[in-house]
């Protein structure tokens, strides 16, 4: 059963920075892809963004320029660095990994159980 441990969040002023953590069980290397996704209060979740296996990057809209995504292969790790942050950004985190070529379409296989994201302005 593969396992994903996300943290990293907490508490962070507008304008500022953090870093979230995606700790996997077993290797990176047996994935297609991995994201992270966000789910603010009373809104649907929303892929924040993707890292796939072939080391390529994909971002929504509201955070390209200021989020990125990047890998650890030795440590299993996938990170997301926010930059910038704003207001809108406050949310729970999820971190989700899939084997499957077709994720987009039915989804991701892994998921970790979140890490709360709180701004302040």
């Known amino acids: 059963q593969v396992q994903l441990v996300d943290s990293g969040g907490g508490l962070v002023q507008a304008g500022g920075s953090l870093r979230l953590s995606c700790v996997a069980s077993?290797?990176?290397?047996?994935?297609?892809?991995m994201g992270w996704y966000r789910q603010a209060p009373g809104k649907q979740r929303e892929l924040v963004g993707t890292f796939t296996s072939g080391g390529s990057t994909s971002y929504a809209e509201a955070v390209k320029g200021r989020f990125t995504i990047s890998l650890d292969n030795a440590k299993n790790t996938l990170y997301l660095q926010m930059n910038t942050v704003k207001p809108e950004d406050a949310a729970v985190y999820y971190c989700?990994?899939?084997?499957?070529?077709?994720?987009?379409?039915?989804?991701?296989?892994?998921w970790g159980k979140g890490t709360l994201v709180t701004v302040s302005s």
């Open positions: 989700a990994a899939s084997r499957q070529s077709n994720w987009s379409l039915y989804g991701m296989d892994y």
């Open positions: 077993r290797s990176i290397f047996s994935f297609n892809v």
